[in-house]
Each structure stands twice: as structure tokens, then as C-alpha cells.
């Protein structure tokens, strides 16, 4: 069978109707796609669309117009994949500025992380989680735990599956922000402890050229060491680099502080003006920062055999929501 991949307008009209809320006539969906800057005639749309129900991808319903179908909808969100390089740097930022978190005041919305594994595997998966928390792996020593039904932020918990909303580090750049400091974040990657301290990045990965969050890559890839850093202080954990002004470090060392003392914490080295962190280079009038990596306790679960699936850069969660992390002793013990 001849692999098909579609041109940049098939595209366009693919994700017009993927985003529609009924059927669409090739009227409506060339309106549509002069509204986003591509200009194509009715009668162009129309070929388009036949070419479309020939590989499957729409359905015509006659004077209704056409719905997109499965097979449409998967390639219209995994097609032309260099338009989505960045979008984990894109992410990031759209995240921090809709952060309201105040951490005077101790309320609004932060970032989290989302994950999710089956009801039965609760016990082994918070011990798991447990022995992060306890080794200070996880980002700070908050969390949002929600059971079928329930929500964390805007994301519901299907049927069956137990959610747990990690601290992500994203955060601290939103801590920033409120303060009027500007933060690059340049990698994620996978950090080498050696006797409980940072020694060296193994593997990164660019925000700016990834479609996926690093840390999520990682996990899958069973790539992360977290439980044996948990026992011993040595193994290979998730952590991500960030460039602040040097000008700020003052402020920096005192958010960072406080962001430790109110349960986000995370920030594992700070470095100095102009220098080298861990032998990554930073600009002239920049200082490195590593902060821990919010989805160490879930790669500790994956690591222990238990199914996961992991969403970086989620959700916002009200502050509220959150509790300490010794509530998975509970749950290690059969509560709940």
C-alpha cells in the first residue's frame, strides 16, 4: 500500500474539520481557511475533499458536508510533525504566563504534570512514589492525587485509572515572572547523582527542537535511574537547565528559597555569573539554574513494572488542591 502524505492544504482542511463542532461544506471550510491566511477557491477545497474520502480520511454526508474520521483526525495531528518542532518551548511559555500562583499568599494556579495508572496498582505504585519524595527527587513535596471521576485541574479521571499531578518545574519560571524576571529554558534532560549531588547531564534534549517533553521521552525509554538514587544517592534522575538574568540572582536565590519552604522546591544547583554549570556554558550576563524534574516519582513507578502514562506540562491546578506527599503513605498501606 502506497504510504500517503498529505500537502500542506490537505492538511489545513483535515484540521479545519478536526476542530468543528458538526460537519463542514468546502463553502464553509474555504471561509475558514481564508480566515487563517490560505486562500483556496470553493471549487479547490471541493477536490481536495474527494481526494480525502478516497484515502479515507472524511465522510461525505451529502449536503451536510463532510466529517472528518478517525483515520482523518490521526493524520491531521500527526502530519507535517516540523510544524510542531518548539512546541514543547511554546508550551512552557504559554503555561508560565497563565500561572496566577502568588507564593506570598500561597493561592492561584500552578503547573503540574498529570499521570495516571490502574486502581489495583495503587500500593506498589505510592511506595514507589514514596521513596522519590522522601529522597527529595520529586519537584518540591506537593501533589494532587484523584481517583475516577474526579479532576485535576481540567483533566478528569477516566474509569478504573487512579491521577496523580506532580509539582512541574515550568513552575518556577512562573515564580519568576510574577517578579518581573525573565527565564530561558534551554533543555530537559537526564542528570547523573553521585552521593546525593548533581554531577553531570548524561543525555539532552532542546525545548526548542522537541515535539515531546523530554522528561516523558526518558520514562518511556526506561532511560531513568530514580530508585536506585532514591537507595543509594547515586542513579540517573530527570532534571531541566535554565538561564535567568545575573543581574537577578539575589532575587533568584530568595525565590528559589521560598518556592522550597512552600512545597514547589526543585532547584537543585544555582550557578554563578557568566559561568559554566556542569560544564554547560551560559550567556554573558546569565546564570544556569537545574531544577528537579516533577515526573521523578512517576519514572520511580514505571520503573517498578507498573503501567503509566505520563503528560508533562499538563494541566493548572489551584494551589489548594495540592497536599503533601505523605498522604501516599496511606495509600502504600491499602487506604483510600
Request: contains cysteine; charged residues 25%; proline residues 4%.
Amino acid at each position: 500500500m502506497r504510504d500517503v502524505k498529505p500537502p500542506r492544504n490537505m492538511v489545513a482542511i483535515l484540521r479545519v474539520l478536526r476542530d468543528a463542532p458538526g460537519p463542514m461544506g468546502s463553502e464553509r471550510i474555504a471561509r475558514e481557511l481564508r480566515l487563517s491566511g490560505i486562500d483556496l477557491s470553493e471549487r479547490t477545497v471541493r477536490n481536495y475533499l474527494f481526494e480525502a474520502d478516497a484515502h479515507g480520511w472524511t465522510t461525505n454526508l451529502g449536503r451536510r458536508g463532510r466529517r472528518l474520521t478517525g483515520l482523518g483526525r490521526r493524520e491531521a495531528d500527526g502530519a507535517l510533525v516540523m510544524d510542531k518542532v518548539g512546541f514543547v518551548a511554546a508550551r512552557v511559555d504559554e503555561l508560565t504566563y497563565q500561572m496566577t500562583f502568588d507564593p506570598y499568599e500561597k493561592r492561584g494556579r500552578v503547573i503540574v504534570n498529570v499521570s495516571t495508572f490502574r486502581q489495583r496498582d495503587i500500593r506498589a505504585a505510592a511506595r514507589a512514589m514514596l521513596a522519590a519524595y522522601e529522597s527529595n527527587l520529586g519537584m518540591g513535596h506537593l501533589l494532587a492525587i484523584a481517583g475516577p471521576g474526579e479532576r485535576i485541574g481540567d483533566f478528569e479521571v477516566p474509569a478504573g485509572l487512579i491521577a496523580v499531578g506532580t509539582i512541574c518545574s515550568v513552575s518556577i519560571n512562573g515564580v519568576f515572572l510574577r517578579e518581573h524576571i525573565s527565564t530561558t529554558s534551554r533543555f530537559g534532560g537526564l542528570l547523573e547523582l553521585e552521593s546525593g549531588q548533581p554531577k553531570r547531564f548524561v543525555q539532552i534534549v532542546n525545548y526548542d527542537g522537541s515535539t515531546l517533553d523530554p522528561l516523558e521521552i526518558f520514562i518511556r525509554g526506561y532511560m531513568t535511574r530514580v530508585t536506585d538514587a532514591a537507595a543509594s544517592g547515586s542513579g540517573i534522575v530527570g532534571a531541566s537547565f535554565r538561564e535567568v538574568p545575573a543581574i537577578a540572582l539575589a532575587q533568584v536565590r530568595r525565590l528559589a528559597s521560598l518556592s522550597e519552604q512552600i512545597g514547589l522546591g526543585g532547584v537543585l544547583a544555582v550557578g554563578r555569573p557568566n559561568m559554566p554549570l556542569l560544564e554547560i556554558p551560559v550567556a554573558q550576563g546569565r546564570v544556569g539554574l537545574i531544577l528537579c524534574g516533577g515526573l521523578n516519582p512517576m519514572a520511580a513507578v514505571v520503573e517498578s513494572g507498573i503501567a503509566t502514562t505520563n503528560a508533562a506540562m499538563k494541566t493548572l491546578c489551584e494551589f489548594d488542591r495540592l497536599v503533601e506527599y505523605t498522604a501516599l503513605r496511606e495509600l502504600a498501606s491499602g487506604g483510600r
